[in-house]
């Protein structure tokens, strides 16, 4: 082919000024993409991806035939050491890059999430979930949570402790459905408080806890007794409180290497200290911590996504058919090039939901839904590509598609996430003749009532009962039809 009609002698025919508008040079689109960061998150994104390749690749199968063959507080430390453990704040408490930040709090942890991801799913969330864990003392607003508790928390890890946390909400009878404004006033709590002398006393179970068994720390939402979700409060328990116990822990699909345990409260006293946020305010900061975690789930799916195209490129430019490379044929071409697209389709998304002044639901979201779902696309495609290949452990590119599945699961369902786009953007996008407000009159009353139920059973004298249900209304057009 003459060179005239390549892409790099076609731009060397251009005059001076013409060859200065485009890029010719055959590099990956992740390093056309760094190049539109910051100089520290340039740096960054380097540092995350070294460490990953270093630590995490070479062990994510053996992790994922056998959960225990990584030593995961000390894999933890290791990555504390290069500052990657204690994020959440500025020196002299933390390895917090003001420079970094300045644009925006989630983008470096973004970029995290993708390259430990991209390396091996299971070992990258076992790291991002105690970013899940801490995340409530940072976003509740409480000073003393975050001033104390968390810079206690990173002394010891400076120290060289292993002082992982983990974030509880799930139980038996509760999932997804208290991330719902409609689920949680009627889910099944089965994790009660009561009220004693200098503090509180909890008791329940608590299920799907990922580092359960090896977290020091645990944030962990509790009701109280005979009350719902409004009653909701968070606590800081640590794994040392008499009554605290790990329960079973669960074999699952994907993610493998990271542990989900149960975790069981028989009537542990936790100090009135230990409470973050205002009693009752435990629903409102598990909805601001996923304003904030939804994106990184989103990066996370992206990054197993992105390691199973690169094997997937690698094994259609390694193997051979016909004595050509797989790459030479269109058929693949046209995959590869579809795959590639969905990627940066993928880390669009994610990179424009942490560029917002302030993170909002809709945002999140939209991440969380669109990557988890064209992740597992991603990663069913790298398989059909690797034909027989694509079924053997060996390969990656099952277990990557094994690890994608479950990102449609945590930080709410990808059903339960598409309700909370819908009512994040009630009002905006969508129609609505009442958003569940305190001061219109009508809600004002059904609140009333509903309030005055929920306190006769729980005998908070109606201050814990539930906000009416919000009502929505599709917008129609003149003919009655719906937009």
């Known amino acids: 082919m003459s060179d005239g009609i390549r892409p790099v002698g076609a731009r060397e025919r251009l005059g001076p000024l013409g060859r200065l508008l485009f890029d010719t040079e055959a590099r990956p689109i992740w390093?056309?993409?760094?190049?539109?960061?910051?100089?520290?998150?340039?740096?960054?994104?380097?540092?995350?991806?070294?460490?990953?390749?270093?630590?995490?690749?070479?062990?994510?199968?053996?992790?994922?035939?056998?959960?225990?063959?990584?030593?995961?507080?000390?894999?933890?430390?290791?990555?504390?050491?290069?500052?990657?453990?204690?994020?959440?704040?500025?020196?002299?408490?933390?390895?917090?890059?003001?420079?970094?930040?300045?644009?925006?709090?989630?983008?470096?942890?973004?970029l995290k999430a993708e390259e430990l991801c991209a390396a091996d799913g299971g070992l990258g969330l076992a790291l991002l979930a105690h970013e899940l864990g801490i995340a409530p003392l940072f976003v509740s607003g409480d000073l003393k949570a975050y001033f104390y508790w968390l810079g206690r928390i990173y002394r010891e890890i400076r120290?060289?402790?292993?002082?992982?946390?983990?974030?509880?909400?799930?139980?038996?009878?509760?999932?997804?459905?208290?991330?719902?404004?409609e689920g949680a006033r009627s889910a099944r709590l089965g994790c009660f408080y009561e009220r004693v002398a200098g503090g509180f006393r909890i008791s329940g179970r608590k299920v799907f806890i990922t580092n359960g068994a090896v977290a020091r720390w645990v944030t962990l939402f509790a009701a109280q007794k005979g009350c719902g979700v409004e009653?909701?409060?968070?606590?800081?328990?640590?794994?040392?409180?008499?009554?605290?116990?790990?329960?079973?822990?669960?074999?699952?699909?994907?993610?493998?290497?990271?542990?989900?345990?149960?975790?069981?409260?028989?009537?542990?006293?936790?100090?009135?200290d230990r409470v973050v946020g205002e009693v009752g305010a435990g629903w409102a900061i598990s909805r601001n911590v996923l304003n904030f975690s939804r994106p990184v789930v989103g990066a996370m799916a992206l990054g197993i996504a992105r390691g199973a195209f690169e094997h997937a490129a690698r094994f259609c430019n390694e193997t051979r058919l016909a004595n050509r490379p797989l790459s030479d044929y269109q058929d693949v071409q046209l995959t590869l090039a579809d795959m590639l697209m969905k990627l940066s389709a993928?880390?669009?998304?994610?990179?424009?939901?942490?560029?917002?002044?302030?993170?909002?639901?809709?945002?999140?979201?939209?991440?969380?839904?669109?990557?988890?779902d064209t992740s597992w696309e991603v990663c069913r495609t790298a398989m059909t590509l690797l034909g027989d290949h694509g079924y053997v452990h060996s390969a990656s590119v099952e277990k990557a598609a094994r690890d994608a599945r479950l990102t449609q699961i945590?930080?709410?369902?990808?059903?339960?996430?598409?309700?909370?786009?819908?009512?994040?953007?009630?009002g905006a996008e969508f129609g609505s003749d009442c958003a569940g407000c305190a001061s219109c009159a009508s809600c004002a009353s059904d609140a009333s009532g509903a309030s005055g139920a929920s306190g006769a059973d729980c005998g908070s004298g109606g201050e814990c009962g539930p906000a009416s249900p919000v009502q929505y209304k599709i917008k129609t057009d003149r003919r009655g039809q719906s937009e």
């Open 31 to 110: 390093d056309h993409d760094t190049d539109t960061l910051s100089r520290p998150l340039r740096r960054l994104r380097h540092r995350y991806r070294d460490f990953a390749e270093v630590h995490l690749s070479c062990q994510g199968l053996a992790a994922d035939r056998d959960p225990d063959f990584v030593d995961i507080p000390e894999l933890f430390l290791r990555a504390a050491r290069e500052g990657f453990g204690t994020e959440l704040m500025p020196p002299p408490w933390g390895t917090l890059q003001i420079t970094a930040v300045w644009r925006g709090l989630l983008l470096p942890s973004v």
């Open 346 to 372: 993928m880390r669009a998304t994610v990179w424009q939901s942490t560029r917002y002044r302030l993170p909002f639901g809709a945002a999140g979201a939209i991440a969380k839904v669109f990557c988890a």
């Open 231 to 272: 009653t909701w409060t968070c606590f800081l328990l640590d794994k040392s409180m008499a009554g605290f116990e790990v329960g079973r822990h669960e074999r699952k699909m994907g993610q493998r290497a990271a542990d989900a345990s149960e975790l069981i409260l028989d009537e542990v006293f936790v100090p009135d």
């Open 410 to 426: 945590y930080e709410g369902t990808n059903q339960i996430n598409r309700l909370a786009i819908f009512e994040s953007q009630t």
């Open 159 to 181: 120290a060289g402790e292993p002082a992982m946390a983990a974030f509880a909400i799930t139980e038996p009878g509760a999932g997804s459905d208290v991330e719902d404004t």
